[in-house]
Every structure is written in structure tokens, then in C-alpha cells.
């Protein structure tokens, strides 16, 4: 196997610049509002802090351990979320009578300083007209009269708030307000006597630029609102809900290429010919119930369109009762390049019965909280390394707990201890290989990291949860076959 194979970056080299981009899209769009900034080191790479010389992989582990909260064993589900069910269909009609009711009676709000993520003032019923420098290139011309045929002239998406210039993610708000659009006409009558269309437009525009950055970026999706809407996009979706991240990254990849209106115009139809205009009625349906604190949610979501298919087609495929799930869920770690998708949520979202007797469970009844043993379809997780050792006991006769997705510090901060302490990621090892995995690990090896200066471990943490867990599977398969 090459290098560039092993190296966990399988879509290219602009993979990881594509990857850093959106994470850094997604923490400019959710903390423009934020005054400070957060603490931390120095110099970093790929955007997290590098440890000092000093520091060693044995000072890690403890520094993890040491901030851990042992409370007693508490459990959670980390579930690896099925995909292969089919899509939920949403008619034009259902989606104007679903759009028209929020709209008309849901406080929504559109901020020009941060996306629109919270429910607060009402949305602004006027645009200034924007005059001077902004308008000069074609492009911005072009976009101008967008605005007015949609009959509000100026900058209707708010996208010159930030300077006079149409920058990369002005052209791709652009793009997904043209992809959006034909959804949203025929919503536009009941609207337009109490809100202006085309703002609602700006709010979604932005808030599903910034809920699919998030999807898309290495990190996971924490609690919140952000959380409710993956897991309700997936519930809706199915199998379409990884050719909806992939038409997206696509997407964030070519409208900045765009040098006309009318090549933004082509992404835009592009986007939603890939997903197709169901998954486009989704998205906008989804987008709009989302707009909120998530204790609106759950409010919200039940009235949606076909969401009772969409719930009984969760519990048959999952045991997961599907708002508890959205509301509920701590993190959801989403891959597009593996196609999976991982959540932790708590044992009470779970079904403890089965509906007929029939379908596939996340955890069989009454098994969820006895044993020790994996579960099909999903795996115990715990609140410390601690607790799981408790629990699950030794590892066995001349074997070792081995963490396949390491529990230093820096992990344990990005993705939380349930990823890190459960029964997917901590498997038994051969006492030998064990201490040969960490040893590779704490090395330096150029043509892996491409670093003279990194070590495996330090390279490796930069990268999503998935990545590092396929790594470490691939290490201890080297190793074990004796290639290293």
C-alpha cells in the first residue's frame, strides 16, 4: 500500500484544505456573534494546538484520565446509524402548507452579524439598497437584479455586510439560494402579505450554509440545534443523506470558481439536479423547523410532513424514537468519506420494546443495560476509561484495553468520552502488540506525516474521529502481519 494511501486523507490532496475550510467557515459563522476569543496554545496545526517537546504520549494519557469525571459509570449509546432505508417523499403542496405555517406564525429573526440560529425579533421586513463600490463587477449586477426581481432591490441576502466585495462564501450563498429557490416559490404568495420572501430566503440561505459547513468539517456536531438537524435530515433522507453532504461539498468546492452570475446559476442548478428536487423540499423543510432553540423543535417537529413515516421507519431500522434522538443526542460524528454517521445519545432515547415484534434494533429489549458484551447495531458508552474497565472487566488473558481512537487530551476535548470510552472504540489487543501500536505511534516517520518534527500521534490528532479510527485499524493490521 503507498503512502498516500495510508495516509487517511482519501479524497486527494485538496482534501484536507477542503476539510480545514469548512471547519473554518462553520466557526466563523457560529461565533461571528462572540466577543474574545478561546484559550489555548500557540502555534497550531490544522488548526489545534501542537503539544511541546516536553510532552509525552504517557502525560497525555493521564492529563486525560486526570480530567475525566468519574460519576459513577454513567452509560450512554454510541450508535452507528443506518443509512439503507429509503427517502421520505414531501409534495409541493405539503411543503407549502408546512412552510407557510411557520413562517406566518414562528418568530424568526435574520441577523446580518451571525447566521440565524436562534428564535428572537421577528424577521426584517426591508433591505436597504446598497449603492457605490459593491455594485462594479458584473456579477454584483447581476445579483442586484436577482434581488429585485424578487422584489426587494439592494442587497437582499445581506451579503455586503462584511465589506464591498462578493467574497468565496457570498458566491456560495448565492449558489444555494438559486438551488433552493423553485421550493420556495410557491410559498411566496401566502408570505408576502406579512413577510418579505426574500429575507426568509437570506435566513435560510445562511443557516443551511452554516448547518452543512458543520456536516461536512472534521469535528462533530455537538448538542443543539445544529444536532437536531442532521439527525432529522438523516430520518428524512436515508440513503440520499450522504448525496446531499456530497452535492454540497461539491457546491462549496465550485462556487468560488464561479466568475459570472450565470455560471453561480449552474452550480446552483447543479446541486439540486444531483440531490433532485424531494431531498431540495427537505432541506428547506427541515431548515425552516430548525430555525430556533431546540426545545421549539420539539413543537415543531411532529407536524412536519411525513415525519410520522419518517419516525416509524427510525424506530422499525433503529429502536431510536426519532425526536428524542434529534433533541437529545449529545454528538453525531458524520463521514462522508466512509458513509457513516455515529451518535451518542442517552439509554432513555432508546425503545426498550420492539413494535410487532419485528425490525432491527439499535439494542435488543432489556439487554441495553445488562452485560458487557457489543450489541448489535450499537455499543455501550461510558463517562470514563474508568468506568468502562468497571464494567467490561479485564481485557483477557495476556491482552491489554486498546483505544482505537487514542484517549489523550486533545481528543478527549473534540469529541468527548463517550467517542473515545465504549465498546466500538476500546477492544482487546495482544499485550505485545499493544505496546509495539503505541510505540509506532509516539515515532516519527516522514512518510506518514510528512514532517520531519511530528510524530504518528501528533499528526494523526488533527484529523476527523472516523480517520483516526480507520488508522488505527490499518495500524494494528500492518503490525499484526508483520509489513512494519
Known sequence: MSNRTFSSRPVGKRRPLLAGALAMAALML????????????????????????????????????????????????????????????VSDPELKAALTTFWLHVPLRISTACPPLYVGRKLALTSVPVSGEAWRSDMAQAYGKFCEQRGTPGDCLTLFDDGPHLQDNDKRSIALALAVRPALEGVDAEVRAMRNPTRVLATLSFTITA??????????????????????????????????????????????QASSFEELREVGDRFGRVIGPNSVRILVMVATATLGETAALVSKGPKLPGFGQASRTIETNTGLRLMDAATGAERAFVSVNEGTIRIVLPVNAVSMTSRNGGGRSALKPEESTKGGRLLPGGHRA???????KRHMGK????????????????????????????????????????????????????????????????WIRAQSYEAQRSFGLLVIRKLRGGEW
Open 395 to 458: 481485557a483477557g488473558d495476556g491482552q491489554e484495553w486498546h483505544h482505537l481512537v487514542e484517549k489523550h487530551k486533545f481528543n478527549l476535548k473534540r469529541f468527548g468520552a463517550e467517542a473515545l470510552h465504549n465498546t466500538e472504540n476500546v477492544i482487546p489487543l495482544e499485550k505485545s502488540l499493544h505496546e509495539r501500536v503505541s510505540a509506532f505511534y509516539s515515532s516519527k516517520n516522514f512518510d506518514i506525516t510528512g514532517s520531519y518534527g511530528l510524530t504518528v500521534r501528533e
Open 30 to 89: 457560529l461565533t461571528a456573534c462572540a466577543t474574545g476569543s478561546p484559550s489555548g496554545g500557540g502555534m497550531t496545526a490544522y488548526g489545534y494546538s501542537l503539544p511541546t517537546s516536553e510532552d509525552s504520549p504517557e502525560a497525555w494519557t493521564l492529563e486525560a484520565e486526570a480530567e475525566e469525571e468519574d460519576t459513577g459509570g454513567g452509560e450512554a449509546i454510541f450508535s452507528n446509524l443506518p443509512t439503507d432505508f429509503r427517502p421520505v417523499r
Open 382 to 388: 461510558f463517562n470514563s476509561f474508568r468506568a468502562f
Open 211 to 256: 448547518y452543512m459547513a458543520l456536516l461536512l468539517a472534521p469535528e462533530p456536531v455537538t448538542k443543539g440545534v445544529a444536532l437536531a438537524f442532521s439527525v432529522l435530515m438523516w430520518g428524512y433522507l436515508g440513503w440520499e443523506f450522504f448525496d446531499l453532504l456530497r452535492a454540497y461539498a461539491q457546491l462549496y468546492q465550485d462556487a468560488p
